[in-house]
């Protein structure tokens, strides 16, 4: 079941009715129920895997919090954490690391015939959301073994954490020190909050299907084909796919908070204007938050995260973003795309380090500056201010431009259609024949430019405010007509480009 289907629309205003009129006491198991529906509706057969998950991490975390000190606890975290991470690598990896075994077997001339029939045992299609409940699983255990996190004692509560369905599909990778709170807390309905969670849900939608649909047919066209193509038609398709990853993923993050919001319950924010970022760094302090503080938290600290040397620190930024890439997608283009991320963090250090040397070296002339008169301080203060601004709105194009550049390598089908794409995207710079091309109308750019400057103006004043919240402040009906237009705009283009896509973060 996905968010943008009849099936979901019929599904969540039952599930909301009635959620709210069951008593607290039972509430749980209702919840119970409409998560396993949510969820076995797109994969009847893997639910059986989602419960011998939760019922393996609930017991290991239980162990663990039962025995002292030394007395077996790293066995049932080893278990706990390894089991769903097994199943994860082989349901996601398993066929991607045999064609490797085969491939280099073939290279190397060595026999892999009597390898080949083993091929059926790896043909199995990739449990939807196993990469989001197995890292809110693992992430549970290793908490619960650090101290940080009560094991659960209600089997229920706990199930309703790992399979919640707004989240259970495709994030966000909620924490249970968070969650699970929320899911015991007696709670009254809000109007409010409520009016808030539609207005989310709206804001998503409007992502999803104004821009990231409409833009799926365009890049999918020349990504599907990249060897037909040249020039500017490819770096047009590039940045059409960079502003429609995030449309679609933030869509889908808005219209999941928004959902859990209507049954009382805060989701973790995972996006915060990425695209305004100022370093790579801080692009992943603001894209996917959830899955970069996890990689944060259970992967780069672990490793030894800052509090080592230069070149260790370097190693484990790589490390990371390696994993990070192969945790997207089972294939070169998601490890080099993860690799490149991981050369920019390394890069930017480096630059950061000089930047600094250099600045202590011209800190006295600085100081002589601002030692004189009034007027030249003001004068220096204004500069620098205006100085300031200049580089900061390079410093986000910059960030952009190589942010986008590293989107090509994700989204490429195969490693020879990134590396053609690449090289090839420089050869001429024809905006007409790029439009062509995608048999793209001046009318068609038109719109797609008024949405895109909507959603920038969006999200550079929600930098600072809650605009959902703002909207309190408007007349009734000016509201119900932003509602009314939005729903008809949406509708209308939904007809237009019949069937919607699916999110792009559904197939991870």
């Known amino acids: 079941m996905i968010f943008d289907s009849l099936t979901f629309a019929v599904f969540l205003p039952i599930t909301f009715l009635v959620y709210w009129a069951v008593s607290h006491k039972y509430r749980w198991i209702f ?8 969820y076995m509706s797109g994969s009847a057969r893997y639910g059986l895997l989602l419960t011998v998950t939760m019922a393996v991490t609930y017991v290991c975390a239980l162990q663990i919090e039962r025995r002292p000190a030394g007395k077996g606890r790293k066995f049932f ?5 390894g089991f769903p991470l097994a199943a994860l690598l082989y349901f996601k990896y398993a066929s991607f690391l045999w064609k ?9 001339s060595a026999p892999a015939k ?6 059926l045992l790896l043909q199995v299609i990739i449990p939807l959301g196993i990469s989001f409940y197995t890292f809110k699983a693992v992430s549970y255990v290793v908490d619960v073994y650090r101290g940080r996190q009560r094991a659960e004692r209600h089997f229920g509560y706990y199930a309703c954490f790992l399979s919640y369905f707004p989240d259970v599909i495709s994030g966000p990778i909620d924490r ?5 709170p929320q899911l015991k807390k007696d709670k009254r309905f809000c109007y409010e909050d409520g009016v808030y969670a539609l207005r989310m849900m709206l804001l998503g939608y409007a992502k999803k299907l104004l821009l990231a649909d409409v833009l799926t047919g365009y890049t999918d066209m020349i990504f599907n084909n990249v060897t037909h193509y040249s020039g500017f038609t490819l770096l047009f398709a590039s940045f059409l796919f960079t502003l429609q990853i995030y449309c679609d993923f933030s869509g889908y993050s808005d219209i999941a908070m928004g959902v859990s919001k209507l049954f009382g319950i805060d989701l973790m924010r995972n996006f915060s204007t990425p695209y305004f970022a100022r370093s790579i760094r801080e692009f992943w302090k603001r894209w996917h938050i959830s899955l970069s503080t996890w990689f944060r938290d259970y992967v780069y600290i672990p490793l030894g995260g800052n509090r080592v040397s230069k070149p260790r620190k370097a190693w484990n930024l790589m490390a990371t973003f390696l994993v990070s890439g192969l945790w997207h997608g089972a294939d070169y283009t998601y490890i080099l795309w993860g690799g490149i991320h ?3 963090q390394v890069a930017e250090n480096c630059l950061q380090d000089l930047a600094a040397c250099v600045r202590r070296k011209r800190m006295p002339s600085v100081r002589a500056v601002t030692g004189r008169t009034e007027n030249g301080r003001e004068d220096f203060g204004k500069r620098a201010c205006i100085r300031g601004m200049v580089v900061g709105s390079m410093q986000t194009v910059v960030t952009f ?3 986008n550049f590293a989107w090509i390598f994700f989204r490429s089908d195969k490693l020879q259609d990134a590396l053609y794409f690449v090289t090839h995207m420089f050869s001429d710079f024809s905006f007409g024949k790029a439009l062509s091309d995608m048999k793209m109308s001046a009318a068609d750019l038109f719109m797609i430019c008024v949405f895109l400057l909507f959603l920038t103006a969006y999200d550079a004043v929600g930098r600072k405010k809650d605009l959902l919240r703002e909207m309190d402040r408007l007349p009734m009906w000016c509201r119900w007509c932003l509602y009314l237009g939005v729903a008809l705009v949406i509708a209308a ?9 699916q999110f792009i973060y559904f197939r991870f």
């Open 114 to 119: 009597e390898l080949v029939g083993y091929d």
């Open 100 to 108: 490797t075994v085969l491939y280099l077997a073939k290279a190397l």
């Open 401 to 403: 431009l190589l942010v």
């Open 77 to 81: 975290l080893w278990l706990g954490a």
């Open 31 to 38: 919840l119970l129920a409409a998560n396993y529906w949510f």
């Open 176 to 180: 249970a020190e968070i969650l699970l």
């Open 493 to 501: 283009i939904r007809i237009h480009n019949g069937t919607s896509q």
């Open 342 to 344: 991981g050369l920019y």
